[in-house]
């Protein structure tokens, strides 16, 4: 919960903000399994594209996030 306050706190509005908004969501409804092509695609931006705005926005890539979210998972599921 914190790492997601962080993360949102981050973002910014406007067009990158929702494209960065829905990767994370996309992210965070798969538990961090989805993959960043796929999350790239329901953007509708590349890969590249969604790594730049990670970086501006989140501060991390996104390959890191969804590792952070699948820890996250396998602690709550211990």
Known sequence: ALLD??????LQTGAEHDTVA?????????HGSSTIDAAA????VSVRH????????VGLPPKTVGRILRF?????ML
């Open 41 to 44: 695609r329901r953007a509708g």
């Open 5 to 10: 306050a962080f993360f949102l706190g981050l």
């Open 50 to 57: 969604l790594e730049r705005l990670f970086a501006r926005h």
């Open 22 to 30: 829905a990767a994370v969501a996309a992210l965070q409804a798969s």
């Open 72 to 76: 996250q998972r396998a602690l709550r």
